[in-house]
């Protein structure tokens, strides 16, 4: 077992392990961190517990020390820094006509690095824009391409739900998503209707996925003849989420919703079909 804390980089950045040495920290707190990138400032989101050897990566890597108020202005002084790099790295890509997009710029806390994150549709040569860039920061430079998706969660915005987007603010990763789950859930599948602003499917597709495919399991399809109570019906609608099943009756000419209780063999736990 291994002592550990959480440690955050960003708002709904991944969550990395540090050992917190004899450092007394708690949640909320900011330390500076080693990492392989370099020395980083980091808040801590997870407080010291002890985890198993396979849910961190070794060499574990160590807490140096809790921030103090002078890391605190050097984390502003390079935000500042990363504002005016970004306007210079937007005049050096049009200068040299690059087909890309700056999104970010960031400083790494020791200022040993500087990162430009941009999208592009393809591959870019970006060789003479790095040695320009490298000839007016003074430092390593390095050029990171990522996906739309990746865009939307630096940027932020809202989504169609009227809410801040969620990858901007609490998921930590993104998890695949497919137009079956939309299919599950009896959404429209109109592109429009069913995609985030990054232009991909909506990662909230995923959240209740677990459940519906657990009611499919266990409910009969649309068509399917079944035993009810007033006699054999046939499934003409599904309420996956709430369990429920609207089943015609063709000899009572009507319709009749049943929870998936109502019908269900108490026997075996399934739902007796017909043939």
């Known amino acids: 077992m291994y002592k550990v804390v959480g440690v955050r980089f960003k708002k709904a950045g991944k969550i990395y392990y540090f050992d917190p040495l004899d450092y007394e920290l708690e949640v909320d707190n900011y330390v ?17 517990r002890e985890v198993d050897k396979n849910d961190v990566v070794l060499p574990l890597k160590k807490v140096v020390r809790p921030a103090e108020i002078a890391d605190i202005e050097r984390v502003e002084e390079n935000r500042h820094e990363a504002e005016r790099a970004f306007e210079t790295g937007v005049g050096k890509i049009e200068e040299h006509q ?12 020791d200022r040993n690095k500087v990162v430009f994150y941009f999208t592009a549709e393809g591959r870019i040569d970006f060789r003479n ?6 000839s007016i ?11 739309v998706r990746d865009e939307a969660k630096m940027l932020g915005g809202i ?3 009227g809410r801040m987007l969620c990858c901007s603010t609490f998921l930590g990763d993104f998890e ?27 990662c ?3 959240y209740e996925n677990d459940d519906y495919e657990e009611a499919k399991a266990l409910m009969p399809d649309i068509g399917t003849k079944i035993d009810t109570p007033e006699g054999t019906g046939r499934v003409v609608g599904l309420n996956l989420l709430e369990r429920l099943l609207q089943v015609s009756l063709k000899e009572q000419d009507l319709v009749i919703e049943y929870t998936l209780e109502e019908i269900m063999d108490p026997k075996n736990n399934m739902v007796h079909l017909m043939k």
Do not use: H
Request: hydrophobic fraction near 40%; charged fraction near 25%.
């Open 129 to 134: 824009l790095v040695k320009d860039l490298a």
């Open 137 to 147: 920061f003074r430092t390593r430079i390095e050029l990171r391409q990522i996906g």
């Open 159 to 161: 989504g169609p739900c």
């Open 204 to 206: 909230c597709l995923k």
């Open 32 to 48: 500076i961190v080693e990492t392989a990138r370099g020395v980083e400032y980091g808040k801590v989101v997870i407080s010291a």
């Open 98 to 109: 690059l087909d890309m997009k700056l999104v970010d710029v960031e400083y790494t806390f």
């Open 176 to 202: 695949p998503v497919s137009i079956k789950m939309a299919k599950d859930q009896n959404l429209s599948l109109n592109p429009s209707k069913i995609s985030g602003l990054c232009g991909r499917l909506m």
